[in-house]
């Protein structure tokens, strides 16, 4: 290469100095937003094959592309003629910070994990009604979830007066450090706040009623 920029002449050497990094700068940039392009394709399609919420892919699409984008702008600086050294000691100082951050923030970072356990493993849907209990044989918080992001499950609350509904929003880090009871769909029998049916009033009211129980035994004799 260098020989044949010797036989050039020196305008076009010129010319050639800065076209050659320029060209590798270009490079740098494509192959970083195709890499971005492949991700984003990538976790939309994992997203619609498992069912996850646009919150829980729209930061996780947001990690890949700042690294991405912190990986480019190392290697253009690289190509610019920045020492490695230098970038290193960047980078590592720009880590350090980070964890740091990381530590400050992790009651916040522990409730983000948990939604997307929550999400993939799947311990209960919306609609479900679920009762968080501190051990098995003591009552805790109970009630339909009605909504669930990065921070908070929203629970209905079932032990509220009838007209004055109240919200439970529970912590998702809580979730993971509490027994579950879980109804699927909704509770299995009728509780003070869930009315019987007409079919269940009529069968009790049948099995109270005195004439019918002379009725059936007149007939069984």
Not at 170 to 191: C, H
Request: a neutral charge; glycine letters at 8%.
């Amino acid at each position: 290469m260098r020989r044949f920029q010797m036989s050039l002449p020196e305008w076009m050497q010129e010319w050639l100095e800065v076209l050659i990094p320029g060209a590798q700068i270009f490079l740098i940039i494509l192959v970083a937003w195709l890499i971005n392009r492949l991700l984003k394709r990538i976790i939309s399609r994992v997203g619609q094959a498992y069912d996850l919420p646009h919150e829980l892919l729209l930061p996780l699409r947001g990690v890949f592309r700042w690294i991405i984008i912190g990986g480019a702008v190392l290697a253009v600086l690289e190509r610019l003629g920045m020492s490695a050294t230098v970038l290193w000691t960047a980078f590592t100082g720009f880590a350090t910070v980070g964890a740091v951050a990381f530590f400050a923030a992790w009651s916040v970072l522990s409730n983000l994990f948990c939604a997307m356990l929550i999400v993939t493993v799947g311990p209960f849907r919306l609609g479900d009604h679920i009762e968080l209990l501190d051990s098995a044989d003591k009552p805790g918080a109970k009630g339909r979830v009605i909504d669930l992001n990065m921070l908070y499950t929203t629970l209905q609350d079932d032990s509220a007066p009838e007209g004055m509904p109240n919200l439970l929003q529970i912590p998702n880090s809580l979730i993971f450090q509490r027994v579950l009871r879980r109804w699927k769909g909704g509770m299995p029998t009728a509780t003070e706040n869930t009315p019987a049916t007409s079919n269940e009033e009529a069968c009790a009211i049948a099995l109270t009623t005195p004439s019918s129980a002379g009725e059936n035994g007149r007939a069984a004799t």
